[in-house]
């Protein structure tokens, strides 16, 4: 499958700080790339779909001024955890779709690991 | 009611048997399906991808649909303790181009 490639894997910070995390589509350009949350035991939750050159869009509940999320490039999506508090440490997978059609398959980066003190 | 449903387990089955997964989605103009397995501390690995009624096979995999019932399931032959994972649903939905996934069925395959 596609190759779909996050850093850093892991992270730990102290309250307040913030974090960002890239995510790229290492043999395919990604006009579209997605965010997703997981909580242990919790299914993936969307946060917002990337697109590149506009602005992201996300989902009702997730704030747009915490998570910020850049898409610069068709290989590159970055997201941010501005001023992270505990509640944020979760799994962060982003996911991108290697064709145009919106039904098509998902592949999903390694996962970034975040744990705020 | 929820958009996709899993039962969560954990479905215990020996080594060698069916494991079968089952999944319900609540969108009627849902067109595309996908099964993906999350092994523990792991990001979710698409494992199959299913679009019409009836069944598709690959390998040891067979996903079947029935858009009518709305369902789809996921059987796994030979079920080997690397097979251990959780197994999630995943249905495109609506006119976004987004996924939605089920809560996941914990599937252990015992020795």
């Known amino acids: 499958g596609a190759v779909v490639s996050q850093h850093p894997s892991w992270v730990i910070c102290k309250s307040g700080t913030s974090v960002k995390i890239e995510c790229r589509s290492l043999?395919?350009?990604?006009?579209?790339m997605f965010w997703y949350r997981q909580f242990p035991k919790q299914s993936l939750m969307l946060m917002a779909t990337s697109n590149e050159g506009s602005k992201a869009t996300y989902e009702q509940g997730v704030e747009k001024d915490k998570f910020l999320i850049n898409h610069a490039s068709l290989t590159l999506s970055t997201l941010t955890v501005t001023s992270a508090h505990p509640e944020d440490s979760s799994f962060y997978i982003c996911s991108a779709r290697v064709t145009a059609a919106n039904t098509g398959e998902l592949f999903f980066g390694e996962g970034s690991r975040l744990t705020v003190l | 009611q929820k958009e996709v449903e899993q039962n969560s387990g954990p479905l215990s089955v020996p080594e060698g048997a069916i494991a079968s997964l089952n999944c319900t989605y609540s969108d009627r103009v849902s067109q595309s399906f996908f099964w993906y397995r999350q092994y523990s501390g792991k990001s979710p690995e698409l494992i199959m991808s299913?679009?019409?009624?009836g069944d598709k096979e690959d390998g040891r995999f067979t996903a079947q649909l029935n858009k009518a019932s709305q369902y789809v399931s996921l059987l796994i032959r030979d079920s080997q303790p690397s097979d251990s994972a959780t197994y999630l649903c995943a249905v495109h939905t609506g006119t976004a181009s987004k996924l939605t996934f089920g809560t996941g069925t914990r599937l252990q395959v015992t020795l």
């Open positions: 043999d395919f350009q990604a006009t579209t």
């Open positions: 299913i679009y019409s009624n």
